[in-house]
């Protein structure tokens, strides 16, 4: 599929226009050409051709003006030290997640990373984990659950937390709307999908021993199988966690959770049921890292 075809952009490449006898710079009219003289022809001398050849020159100086601010507005132009980035942070071409290259965490706390550094980075880095953690099938499960809660909640309120979460994901009525059994397994021949895929992180506020992080992630949600009432589906969520350095690393004292921004959709054939299952189960997460 081209870019025109979604959307995303028109004909616009190379200065053509819409006209089917238009070329860049020219006509494509039918001109008798005389014999080289002075300009005694009556037609000035060629002066349609040298027209051509100076709008053509022109057009293409334009053209690789404007790619060249476009270009350096996206910060393709700078200097690999960053220091053409000061003048465009805020632009999306910053790139507010870009690698660093230093070691996002020392150890983990079960299956959860642990240990991140105690800046900017490290609070980025412990949110995108957390909204992965907290977004996993394994919430569905009563012990993982527990273990996930106290590796990600701050221990103030990490019970509370627990309760309101047990009330939710216990619920009889809640787990067979989403076709599982009452004790949150998938029934016999369906795989249970839930995972979440962050694709940025942004720092809202920092204050040293706190800061609020928003995570801006995908999800997949469903069963995968034959016959499945409720297959799986994707969605885009933006959450903003409130964190707090306790005892030597980042912890969730709250978070909040909004649609979006979510994507137009590509015109791809949904996976087969079983495609799909086979994909959660060979492909792994990550550990995600600034």
């Known amino acids: ?5 979604d959307g995303y952009g028109g004909d616009s490449r190379s200065g053509r226009t819409d006209d089917g006898y238009s070329t ?8 008798t050409r005389f014999a080289d003289g002075t300009g005694s022809d009556g037609y000035g001398g060629r002066r349609p051709a040298r027209s051509s050849r100076s709008l053509t020159m022109v057009v293409g100086v334009v053209v690789l003006l404007v790619a060249a601010i476009a270009f350096a507005n996206m910060g393709g132009g700078g200097d690999d030290n960053g220091s053409s980035g000061g003048s465009g942070g805020g632009k999306a071409g910053a790139a507010p997640t870009a690698a660093t290259g230093t070691k996002p965490v020392t150890g983990k706390n079960g299956t959860i990373a642990s240990g991140f550094a105690h800046d900017e980075q490290g609070a980025q880095s412990a949110a995108a984990n957390y909204s992965v953690a907290l977004g996993s099938a394994d919430m569905f499960e009563a012990t993982q659950r527990r273990q996930i809660v106290n590796a990600v909640y701050a221990p103030a309120v990490a019970t509370a937390r627990q309760d309101d979460l047990d009330k939710v994901y216990s619920g009889e009525a809640f787990l067979t709307s989403i076709g599982l059994n009452t004790d949150g397994t998938a029934p016999n021949g369906m795989t249970f999908i839930s995972r979440s895929n962050p694709v940025g992180t942004k720092v809202v506020k920092f204050s040293g021993d706190t800061a609020s992080v928003s995570v801006w992630y995908s999800a997949l949600f469903g069963l995968a199988g034959e016959g499945s009432k409720n297959p799986v589906s994707e969605s885009w969520f933006t959450n903003t966690f409130e964190l707090a350095w306790i005892d030597g690393d980042w912890k969730v004292t709250d978070f ?7 994507p137009v959709g590509r015109d791809q054939a949904a996976s087969p049921a079983q495609e799909m299952a086979d994909a959660v189960e060979q492909f792994g997460g990550f550990t995600y890292a600034r």
Request: charged share 25%; net charge positive.
């Open 1 to 5: 599929m081209s870019l025109g075809d």
């Open 24 to 31: 860049l710079g020219g006509t494509r009219q039918t001109r």
């Open 256 to 262: 909040t959770q909004k649609d979006g921004p979510v």
